[in-house]
């Protein structure tokens, strides 16, 4: 089993950034994927970034050039690095483990860009 908690959410201005933390209750490098999800309001919960234990990483098209995802190891951390935020990357933010065959979540920090 793994626990997860998020912190860095908040309030910024339209062209921002915003760091968002998750530390996992168990060393990163036993977690197949640690992954940044969000889900605005209505809206269905979308992937924004996802990195491998081996340290390959994806993103959504919608964050690419903008968001970075990373991880310290030692800390059993992984980050979202948000840059040149807008106002539709308004949403809940969701941190993600997946450990064959379960995916663990994160409670959710809200991140809130104004225009």
């Known amino acids: 089993q793994v626990q997860l908690v998020e912190s860095g959410g908040g309030l910024v201005q339209a062209g921002g950034s915003l760091r968002l933390s998750c530390a996992a209750s168990?060393?990163?490098?036993?977690?197949?994927?640690m992954a940044w999800y969000r889900q605005a309001p209505g809206k269905q919960r979308e992937l924004v970034a996802r990195?491998?234990?081996?340290?390959?990483?994806n993103y959504a098209d919608s964050v690419k050039g903008r968001f970075t995802i990373s991880r310290d190891d030692a800390k059993n951390t992984v980050y979202l690095e948000m840059n040149s935020l807008k106002p539709e990357d308004t949403a809940v933010y969701y941190c993600?483990?997946?450990?064959?065959?379960?995916?663990?979540w994160g409670q959710g920090t809200q991140v809130t860009v104004s225009s």
């Open positions: 993600n483990a997946y450990v064959f065959p379960y995916d663990y």
């Open positions: 168990r060393s990163s490098l036993s977690i197949r994927y």
């Open positions: 990195m491998s234990s081996g340290g390959s990483t």
